[in-house]
C-alpha cells in the first residue's frame, strides 16, 4: 500500500515570499491533516479535512496560511507572505473516516531566511 | 495548544534496558496513541488505546492510561538501537473531530 505522499521535501524561502505544498493521501482515506511542526515541538494540527470539506482550522493563520482539497483527494497548503516564525516542517496525515490512527507522510522541512 | 506533556524530554538507556516514557493530558478523551518519529521522518503509529482500557500490549510496547489521573506510560522492553527516536503520545479529546493533539515528545536514545 503506497503511503502519503508529500512534496517538496525541503524548501527554502525569503520572507515575504509565498510557498505551496502538496499531499496525496493514501487512497480512500476521506481524512486530511496538516499539522505544522516546530523544531523540538510536536505537531500542532493547521487543518482537518474530510473529502473536500474542512472539518477543523481553527489554528489555521488565516491571513497567510491556506489550505484547499480539491475533488476530495489531493491537497495543498499554501504561505503568503512567509515570515521567519513559519520555518517548520508541514507534516500532511491521513485517515480512514471513524478510524483513529493516522498516517503520517516525510514531511516538507520549510526555511524562511 | 498542545494537550499532552511528555516525562521526561530526553532519556539515554543502554540496549537492552527498559524505556518508560509517561504522558499528561488535559481533557477528557476518546482515546491516546503514541507515535515514534526518527530524525528528520514522518511519524509512524505505535499503538492506540481507548479510554475505556487500562493496558495494552504491542510486541515489546506496553501502554498504560489511567483516565483518572489523564495520564499514560509507555513501557519498550528490551530496547535496541533501532528504537532509538523522539516518542509522542497524541490524544483524540472526547467529542472532537478525531484530531489528534500532540504532546512535546521523549527523544530516547538507546546506546549500542
Known amino acids: 500500500e503506497a503511503g502519503v505522499a508529500q512534496s517538496p521535501r525541503y524548501k527554502i524561502i525569503e520572507k515575504r515570499q509565498s510557498v505551496a505544498f502538496w499531499c496525496n493521501p493514501i487512497s480512500g482515506h476521506a481524512t486530511l491533516y496538516w499539522y505544522q511542526q516546530i523544531l523540538g515541538q510536536g505537531p500542532k494540527l493547521l487543518i482537518q479535512?474530510?473529502?473536500?470539506?474542512?472539518?477543523?482550522d481553527s489554528q489555521l493563520p488565516k491571513d497567510r496560511f491556506s489550505a484547499e482539497r480539491l475533488k476530495g483527494v489531493d491537497s495543498t497548503l499554501k504561505i503568503q507572505p512567509a515570515k521567519l516564525e513559519d520555518s517548520a516542517v508541514y507534516l500532511c496525515?491521513?485517515?480512514?473516516?471513524?478510524?483513529?490512527?493516522?498516517?503520517f507522510g516525510q514531511g516538507t522541512r520549510l526555511t524562511v531566511v | 495548544s498542545q494537550q499532552g506533556e511528555e516525562d521526561p524530554q530526553a532519556l539515554s538507556i543502554q540496549e537492552g534496558e527498559n524505556a518508560t516514557m509517561n504522558c499528561s493530558y488535559k481533557t477528557s478523551i476518546n482515546n491516546l496513541q503514541w507515535y515514534r518519529q526518527n530524525s528528520g521522518r514522518g511519524l509512524v503509529h505505535l499503538i492506540l488505546i481507548r479510554s475505556n482500557e487500562r493496558e495494552k500490549h504491542s510486541g515489546r510496547l506496553r501502554v498504560t492510561l489511567d483516565t483518572s489521573k489523564k495520564s499514560s506510560s509507555l513501557l519498550i522492553t528490551a530496547s535496541r538501537a533501532a528504537d532509538t527516536a523522539s516518542y509522542f503520545c497524541a490524544t483524540a479529546p472526547a467529542g472532537g473531530s478525531e484530531k489528534l493533539v500532540f504532546g512535546k515528545g521523549t527523544k530516547l536514545t538507546v546506546n549500542p
Open positions: 479535512f474530510q473529502n473536500n470539506g474542512v472539518v477543523d
Open positions: 496525515a491521513s485517515s480512514l473516516v471513524g478510524q483513529a490512527e493516522a498516517f
